[in-house]
């Protein structure tokens, strides 16, 4: 069965929104300077939009796993500002989705890159994942390397 539907083509694109709460914000500039987005929680608005986008063109029992990123962070979005993150389809190279990724605020860009996505079937994903930590659960097991 194809991991895929016919309508997963270039150009898709999908929309997510936030406005920005203190539990998003770093703040290490001292107390007059507001409290502003953190990298991680942008980009991680923009790699759930990526696969919100393509989530309705994938057969049942699929989904996709993020497997590259390479972004800016371009401006800052205070505590209270609105952020959309958007993400288009540029390629399909296989179980491989490439993605245009770009988040704003109501003035400016705030962070832009590339996105890469993986199709997986979620039982084999699922059953993947019991057996690493089987293997974690063994007495006498190594730790894992880091």
């Known amino acids: 069965m194809p ?10 694109t999908s929309e997510n929104r936030i406005v920005v709460e203190p539990k998003q914000a770093i703040s290490f500039m001292g107390p007059e300077v507001p409290g502003v987005l953190a990298s991680p929680h942008m980009l991680f608005l ?9 989530l309705p063109h994938l ?12 972004f800016e962070h371009c401006a800052a979005a205070p505590i209270g500002a609105t952020v959309t993150a958007s993400a288009e389809v540029i390629a399909i190279d296989g179980r491989k989705l490439h993605f245009k990724i770009e988040a704003r605020d109501d003035h400016e860009v705030i962070g832009r890159g590339k996105h890469v996505r ?10 993947r994942m019991r057996e690493k ?14």
């Open 118 to 127: 993986a199709i997986v079937e979620v039982a084999r994903f699922a059953q």
């Open 46 to 54: 923009m790699e759930h939009a990526a696969r919100e986008c393509v």
């Open 133 to 146: 930590l089987a293997v974690k659960a063994q007495p006498g097991t190594p730790p894992a390397p880091h």
């Open 3 to 12: 991991s895929m539907k016919e309508t997963l083509q270039p150009g898709i």
């Open 59 to 70: 057969a049942e029992g699929y989904d996709t796993v993020g497997v590259g990123f390479e």
